[in-house]
């Protein structure tokens, strides 16, 4: 018998203003994707957050697209869905870590992603995963793109040292600074 696992979940931000998200989806598994996207748009709708959609070719393509997108500024948050079966070759390994490490550097230069790819060892484990009324990996992934929105933007509010508007010194590196100066 399985043991039930209790998980601890944060409190669904609202967003101030709302947010808009972008789904990117590899529905290389239909069936999966599909669950993956509903449980995804029912946290988003929860949140109030505007949502967008997009099919790509496989996993290795969600990070180019959420790349291409953020470069044009046009969403708060991101939702990479997908997923990846082990099969009888290495390409899973490289599909895995390649997918997942785009994601990670996007992340690190400062776009919110929530990363919803599966990777699993079979079609059952997927299923249980993608289920929008059990794992809700797709949803996790999407509370996760919220949330790091509105840390974002709570940071973007505040100056670097907690006083937002209190003036602040001027370092700069080449060239001449502008105002007055010194004798």
């Keep these: 018998m399985a043991a039930s696992i209790e998980h601890y979940q944060l409190p669904l931000p609202?967003?101030?203003?709302?947010?808009?998200?972008?789904?990117v989806v590899a529905?290389?598994?239909r069936q999966i994707a599909d669950g993956l996207i509903a449980g995804a748009r029912k946290v988003a709708a929860e949140a109030g957050a505007a949502v967008d959609l997009v099919e790509v070719p496989?996993?290795?393509e969600v990070?180019?697209?959420?790349?291409l997108a953020a470069a044009r500024g046009l969403y708060d948050g991101y939702v990479a869905l997908g997923c990846v079966i082990r099969g009888e070759t290495t390409h899973y390994d490289t599909v895995c870590n390649d997918s997942s490490r785009g994601i990670t550097l996007l992340g690190l230069q400062g776009h919110c992603i929530g990363n919803g790819i599966l990777t699993?060892?079979?079609y059952r484990q997927a299923e249980v995963r993608a289920d929008p009324d059990g794992q809700n990996k797709g949803g996790g992934a999407a509370a996760a793109a919220l949330h790091l929105v509105a840390l974002k933007r709570r940071w973007q509010a505040q100056s670097p040292r907690g006083d937002a508007g209190a003036p602040r010194d001027v370092i700069k590196l080449a060239g001449e600074i502008d105002g007055p100066r010194g004798a």
């Excluded at 990070?63 to 790349?67: K, S």
């Design 120 to 122: 699993v060892e079979n």
């Design 27 to 29: 529905p290389y598994y």
């Design 58 to 60: 496989g996993a290795l």
């Design 63 to 67: 990070p180019t697209v959420i790349g």
């Design 14 to 23: 609202r967003i101030e203003g709302g947010a808009r998200l972008l789904i």
